[in-house]
């Protein structure tokens, strides 16, 4: 995980990068994950320097946080049972959970093949990311990548023919790197989505992809098709 660590850490700039490794920070249970080599050096530097006061009013910025927090998640208890799948996104953890919510506002669920459904939430730097809602046993055809893409697993879990993926971690594909990522059964699989480029998919799909592109706005491997 120290490759991925040091890849969110170089790009945290971007805001669907951001995204991507807070959520990525909140599922997986291992401290460890946000940790870097650099980071011993880090503190053995910090702990060379000279305290300074914390400002008057510390406390009460902290005390603001937390109270936000509640409020967030008073917001998705609230929000269980109103909208398509609200009960389920008021589960995802709570910065994807935020963001899907926030989108919501201004967008919706799109179809984007059989079993599968996309929410755009924000564009990046020359990324855009998406919540992918995938059904049980649904999946894309093989297919390559004309750019990067790093693809989160939030709930369930998916086979490419190469590896299997369950939440909390994390796929990077990139040009070259062929796959037909299919769901698991018994559990819908929700992913979070990273994308600087679209899908290039092979035969039929790859014909049909030359003739009509993909949809409008669409990158994702799981909604390029």
């Known amino acids: 995980m120290t490759a991925l660590s040091d890849l969110f850490a170089q790009r945290l700039?971007?805001?669907a990068i951001r995204l991507i490794a807070e959520t990525t920070a909140a599922l997986r249970?291992?401290?460890g994950f946000a940790q870097r080599p650099t980071d011993a050096a880090a503190g053995a530097l910090l702990s060379e320097e000279t305290p300074a006061p914390l400002g008057s009013d510390a406390l009460e910025a902290v005390l603001s946080r937390i109270e936000a927090a509640e409020q967030a998640d008073l917001g998705a208890a609230a929000a269980i049972g109103q909208g398509r799948w609200a009960d389920e996104i008021a589960d995802l953890p709570s910065p994807l959970r935020e963001a899907a919510f926030e989108a919501l506002k201004t967008?919706?669920?799109e179809f984007v093949g059989f079993g599968i459904r996309r929410l755009p939430l924000l564009t990046g730097d020359g990324s855009v990311a998406e919540l992918m809602r995938v059904e049980p046993?649904?999946?894309?055809?093989?297919?390559?990548h004309g750019d990067e893409e790093l693809t989160l697993i939030v709930t369930g879990g998916y086979f490419d023919s190469h590896a299997h993926y369950g939440p909390g971690d994390v796929s990077v594909a990139r040009p070259g790197f062929v796959h037909d990522p299919k769901a698991d059964p018994g559990e819908v699989?929700?992913?979070?989505?990273?994308t600087y480029g679209p899908a290039k998919f092979q035969g039929a799909f790859g014909v049909l992809q030359a003739l009509m592109g993909p949809p409008k706005g669409a990158k994702s491997v799981w909604g390029g098709h």
């Open 13 to 15: 700039a971007d805001p």
């Open 29 to 31: 249970a291992d401290a």
């Open 107 to 109: 967008a919706q669920w």
């Open 137 to 144: 046993g649904h999946g894309v055809a093989p297919h390559d």
């Open 189 to 194: 699989c929700y992913l979070l989505a990273v």
